[in-house]
């Protein structure tokens, strides 16, 4: 178990992509995402496998759930900022988690 204090230590919050491109060079496949975080932690990047669930025409302007206080993380020649939040189901898919309605972006979740 973790006390609450623990939990509060993960900087989870709700960012708009705003960009989603092919990611060729990922060892499995992915897509590299643009993220919007609001203005007190502005624009990041991330790559997600999420191919199997999304198109990738789809994903601007959906709002995600990622966690922004992680390092940054060493893909390929990709530096990855924030980590996007997803259930990994067992038939590869991978279902972002959002928002069920508008919120400010840079919220963070609690």
Do not use: L
């Given at each position: 178990m973790i006390s609450y204090d623990d939990f509060l230590k993960?900087?989870?919050r709700v960012g708009k992509i705003i960009?989603?491109?092919?990611f060729p060079e990922a060892r499995v496949p992915a897509y590299q995402l643009k993220i919007d975080f609001g203005p007190e932690i502005g624009v990041k990047v991330?790559?997600?496998?999420?191919t199997y669930s999304y198109e990738i025409k789809e994903l601007p302007g959906k709002n995600i759930l990622a966690v922004v206080n992680f390092p940054e993380k060493?893909?390929?020649?990709?530096?990855?900022e924030v980590l996007v939040l997803g259930v990994p189901l067992d038939d590869?898919?991978?279902p972002l988690l959002t928002v069920a309605e508008e919120v400010p972006l840079g919220k963070r979740i609690f």
């Open positions: 993960v900087d989870i960009e989603a491109k092919p991330s790559s997600a496998q999420i060493q893909i390929g020649k990709f530096m990855s590869g898919r991978v």
